[in-house]
């Protein structure tokens, strides 16, 4: 049974295909902080265009440290072949009839080019989210949300004009598929396996993706590691009311474990979103003799006093510094011991009763 009619597809390909033509350059982008559906689609993407001997770019501008590692990965194997830019070099690169191509999302505030999309004079869009009215305005768009994701639509694009591709583009767009159908457990119809039949005939392994995912739990587990169970400890600060409540996390049980820093943002930003707390350290090695930390904070807590404190910088609720030592210990006691310096007084203190208060005898008054 057919699920999805091709007809739309095809004429939009076709009006694309057209648009590529008369195009001088290509730039081809997808959401920000890309996963493995924005960037296999946007690799996909990339070689469909290839046979119009057109310049053409991916722009991923996020900070690679923050990429997730099956994705960075992806990137990086990548690098030599594909032109991939960030969005200062497309800036530089796009001229008046460049076209840029956006997968896996419609909005213009989720791609890196939004506030600058107006310098496009010609724009296309595939996605497989609803369409909204903050949706990109532009008549050559295709969004089908019965599509199991932006992988699926741009292999059936791919396959309708017999494109060639290579066994690793049919793995990055299997990739894509697999992560927004959760392992093909939900979204999928009868096209989605279609499409997937037909990657793996040109070359895409299951394994492959599978290490790919493998990648993404073991940078998630590692950074993890820094705060589960009890290598997070909370301490009450009760000279201020109400009390404070600040966590202290690094790997107690192999202390000397190495990290990047960015594991250790992640892991104290983690602690702000999932654990009631005011301010969270995370601590970690990231040479042999160097310890780094992460602070985040609050209104109530200037982590940025704290981190001065111990020689380091930052603001009211982000902050940071790294100390040579050999005692990661020894600097958790320290930051412990430091906490109060960055304790807003008590004025400062947004107090929710008081601000509740002051809300009622507004409304009172009117
Ligand atoms: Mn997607």
Redesign the pocket.
């Known amino acids: 049974m057919r699920v999805n009619n091709d007809d739309a597809l095809r004429s939009f390909k076709r009006e694309l295909e057209g648009e590529i033509k008369n195009s001088s350059k290509i730039f081809i982008v997808g959401h920000n902080s890309p996963d493995f559906?924005?960037i296999g689609s946007a690799i996909g993407l990339y070689s469909f265009i290839k046979r119009f001997g057109k310049e053409s770019y991916i722009i991923v501008n996020d900070d690679p440290a923050k990429i997730e590692s099956g994705v960075k990965k992806i990137i990086d194997d990548n690098r030599d072949i594909i032109n991939i830019i960030d969005k200062r070099e497309c800036l530089e690169l796009l001229d008046n009839n460049s076209m840029l191509i956006v997968t896996?999302t419609n909005k213009p505030d989720k791609i890196s080019v939004g506030d600058s999309i107006d310098l496009f004079n010609k724009i296309a869009v595939i996605d497989?989210h609803f369409k909204t009215n903050e949706s990109i305005k532009t008549t050559l768009i295709y969004i089908n949300s019965q599509s199991s994701?932006?992988s699926e639509i741009v292999t059936r694009m791919l396959n309708m004009s017999k494109v060639k591709y290579g066994g690793l583009t049919a793995n990055y767009l299997l990739a894509?598929i697999s992560l927004?159908t959760d392992r093909f457990k939900k979204n999928t119809t009868a096209l989605t396996h279609d499409v997937a039949e037909k990657l793996i005939r040109r070359g895409a392994d299951m394994n492959f993706v599978n290490n790919l995912f493998l990648q993404d739990f073991n940078s998630f587990c590692h950074v993890a590691s820094l705060i589960i169970y009890d290598n997070t400890i909370r301490k009450i600060y009760t000279d201020s009311l109400p009390p404070i409540q600040v966590s202290f996390s690094l790997n107690r049980e192999a202390p000397k474990s190495i990290y990047k820093k960015e594991d250790c943002a992640k892991a104290a930003d983690r602690m702000m979103k999932f654990i009631d707390t005011d301010a969270s350290f995370v601590m970690g090695y990231i040479d042999a003799r160097i310890v780094h930390v992460s602070a985040r904070g609050g209104k109530r807590v200037n982590v940025g006093k704290i981190m001065e404190s111990v020689g380091g910088g930052g603001n009211f609720q982000n902050a940071g510094v790294q100390i040579e030592t050999n005692d990661i210990f020894e600097i958790e006691q320290e930051l412990i011991n430091n906490v109060p310096l960055g304790i807003s007084s008590s004025e400062d203190i947004i107090n929710p009763l008081e601000i509740r208060s002051k809300q009622l005898a507004k409304r009172s008054k009117k």
């Open positions: 559906d924005a896996d497989h994701s932006a894509g927004d």
